[in-house]
């Protein structure tokens, strides 16, 4: 008979929701599983296995010890998701870091504080450990690590190439949306997502604006006023599903200043549908694979894409994520990442 499969805890400020680490860390976990592991969620806010209140980014108290060592306690591996990289939660951080040295665990680094202008003073975080193993999202970030004097491997976000089809129909009902263009922009409001630019781009083309995140880091003052001065029809509701919010929409804008990867130029055409992306830094690295996307300011193009998506275009983008960003691809390269280490399951 074969034994228990070995635990890998996924740790972090917040798991479960929308955002991007929380789907890519669901993502690791479907690969962790598929290579036989258990897994469990550990987080201080979100539908988790195992919450462990003041690891969430607004903590009021700080987080207890003991109940983060009691929630990691049975794991094999544990992999930190963020809450060892960024300055979102400097106490729970230190105390996720101490709890955690001398013992197996794989750091996944999606936003170094270095990469945040806010952030830049802070030189506490990355954490490291010789027990432990740095992941990054992108070369970019892999490159600034060496150059700090830490290793890190890259492995690129993962995407499943069979994503259900969600309900156009219904989820444009539910919007109140007729045969108008809809232009979604399928992010959290922040100022570097660059939500001016998501409606003034809506606005250009005579579409209806969707933005389906909410507003936090203190921006909500000024997306009212975004929001408000909009000569466009505007939405402002999360999505009932990933599914449903690419069904629903007739073309993507991705016009960020910064992003640690940005998943939905790439769901974008898993579901088939046309996407705007800008250029900043890792958006240029993942056009360095083969991605052909227009950037927000080829109106005439994307006027085209809004009424007749380039599916050539589309076809030749899904042609690149089998190739370099499938969930596959995650699930061997974090096989490889694991017997390296001597820690396959």
């Not at 690590?145 to 290793?151: D, N, V, Y």
């Not at 259900?164 to 539910?174: F, I, V």
Request: hydrophobic letters at 40%; charged letters at 20%.
């Amino acid at each position: 008979m074969t034994g228990p499969r070995p635990i890998v805890a996924f740790v972090s400020f917040r798991l479960g929701g929308t955002d991007g680490v929380s789907i890519v860390t669901r993502s690791w976990q479907r690969a962790f599983e598929q290579l036989g592991w258990q897994t469990i969620t550990v987080a201080g806010q979100g539908p988790v296995d195992r919450l462990v209140p003041g690891l969430e980014i607004e903590a009021d108290l700080p987080a207890d010890r003991r109940e983060f060592e009691l929630a990691i306690g049975d794991a094999n591996l544990v992999v930190v998701e963020n809450l060892l990289t960024i300055p979102m939660n400097l106490r729970a951080s230190a105390m996720a870091a101490e709890c955690l040295r001398g013992r197996r665990a794989i750091l996944h680094h999606h936003d170094p504080p270095w990469q945040r202008s806010r952030f830049v003073h802070v030189t506490e975080l990355p954490a490291t450990d010789p027990a432990w193993i740095h992941v990054t999202i992108n070369q970019l970030t892999e490159a600034e690590f060496l150059a700090r004097g830490l290793r890190a491997t890259t492995i690129y976000n993962g995407f499943d190439l069979d994503a259900p089809l969600g309900d156009r129909a219904q989820t444009r009902a539910w919007l109140g949306v007729g045969d108008e263009k809809l232009l979604v922009h399928p992010v959290r409001a922040i100022a570097r997502k660059a939500i001016p630019e998501g409606v003034r781009l809506a606005e250009q083309l005579g579409a209806t604006y969707w933005l389906t995140g909410p507003a936090e880091d203190g921006y909500r003052p000024v997306l009212d006023r975004v929001l408000a001065q909009a000569s466009c029809p505007v939405i402002h509701e999360p999505a009932p599903s990933q599914s449903d919010l690419y069904a629903a929409a007739d073309l993507v804008v991705f016009p960020s200043l910064w992003e640690g990867f940005g998943n939905p130029p790439i769901e974008a055409a898993i579901h088939g549908k046309p996407v705007a992306v800008s250029h900043y830094p890792v958006a240029e690295e993942l056009r360095s694979l083969g991605f052909d996307w227009p950037d927000p300011g080829e109106i005439d193009t994307l006027a085209r894409e809004l009424v007749n998506p380039d599916r050539q275009r589309i076809d030749h983008n899904l042609t690149i994520i089998a190739r370099n960003l499938s969930s596959e691809h995650v699930r061997n390269r974090l096989d490889q990442l694991l017997k390296r280490a001597g820690w396959s399951a």
